[in-house]
């Protein structure tokens, strides 16, 4: 099945906002993807993730992603993209692409003669787009994060839970009348 002329992710833009600073826990060491244990008593300070996610203040942008041409690649529906104006894209980026009066974000690959390029999707029902200089095109900045909304609202409510909860050490103390 050849979805090549839907092959259009509708995005939506958005400034990155820097106002004020939204410090979250940082524990001090890292997570093992295996057996769970109480971080709570390994809190080590306060990250912001601007901080972590944005090097070019000036010049990034948060982009909603709409369609599931990317999904192999890990970039859903739904899904939020860090986009970088300033980082020059290079052969292999994840890209924010203008292409004809449409944007999209795809895979950017150059053609080894140089004289065209290539926005390859990661979902084997869509085409790749060629694009030379007969298409109106501009790689509009290089995508540096993505956020899966999923997995932030369940690590923020995992975050706002564990503020409330005792260390695992935490014993309470009970007193008696003598």
């Known amino acids: 099945m050849n979805k090549n002329n839907d092959n259009k992710i509708r995005l939506t833009f958005h400034p990155a906002e820097f106002g004020a600073k939204m410090p979250i826990p940082l524990a001090e060491q ?3 993807a295996g057996f769970p244990s109480p971080a709570q008593d390994y809190m080590e300070g ?4 601007n901080d972590i996610l944005v ?3 000036e010049a990034t942008f948060y982009v909603r992603v709409s369609g599931d041409s990317m999904q192999d690649a890990g970039i859903l529906d739904g899904d939020l993209a860090i986009v970088d104006r300033q980082i020059e894209p290079s ?13 999209t974000i795809k895979q950017f690959k150059m053609d080894e003669s140089g004289a065209f390029g290539w926005l390859i999707p990661w979902n084997k029902n869509f085409s790749p787009i060629r694009v030379d200089e007969t298409n109106r095109f501009m790689i509009w900045g290089v995508v540096t994060y993505v ?8 690590f923020l409510i995992y975050v706002l839970l564990m503020s409330f909860m005792p260390p695992a050490s935490y014993t309470p103390q009970v007193r008696t009348r003598g």
């Open 30 to 32: 890292s997570v093992k």
């Open 46 to 49: 306060e990250i912001d993730l």
């Open 91 to 103: 052969n292999g980026n994840f890209v924010i692409a203008f292409v004809d009066g449409e944007f």
């Open 147 to 154: 956020i899966h909304p999923e997995f932030l609202i369940s």
């Open 55 to 57: 090097r070019h203040r």
